[in-house]
Nanobody
Framework: QVQLVESGGGLVQAGGSLRLSCTAS????????GGWFRQAPGKEREFVAA????????YYADSAKGRFTISRDNAKNTVYLQMNRLQPEDTAVYYC???????????????????WGQGTQVTVSS
């Protein structure tokens, strides 16, 4: 059974930073892609960032480029999302996801992932 547990959310002022963590059990991020998505109230879940297990390729939504960084610690089987220069529009529940061992995939698509964490709330005040 695969489980993903997120942590690191919270309340931060605009311009501040947070680092989200996603620790997996039952699957290793070193051989499966990890992704971060977010869902704001009344909106659909949207892609934020992904890290492929092949060549450690990274992918970012336009809204995340230059501000967010996705990374992985294989020893801890954990994927991180470092978020800098946060803005009120970044307020959302952030979800971690893991995909099957694809050699090529659309990592921005929700349907690429088969396991999801429970989500962690990020609130950015103005």
């Amino acid at each position: 059974q695969v489980q993903l547990v997120e942590s690191g959310g919270g309340l931060v002022q605009a311009g501040g930073s947070l680092r989200l963590s996603c620790t997996a059990s039952g699957r290793t991020f070193s051989s499966h892609a990890g992704g971060w998505f977010r869902q704001a109230p009344g909106k659909e879940r949207e892609f934020v960032a992904a890290l492929s297990w092949i060549a450690d390729s990274t992918y970012y939504a336009d809204s995340a480029k230059g501000r967010f960084t996705i990374s992985r610690d294989n020893a801890k089987n954990t994927v991180y999302l470092q978020m800098n220069r946060l803005q009120p529009e970044d307020t959302a529940v952030y979800y971690c996801a893991s995909s099957p061992q694809y050699y090529s995939a659309d990592y921005a698509s929700l349907t690429t992932y088969d396991y999801w964490g429970q989500g962690t709330q990020v609130t950015v005040s103005s």
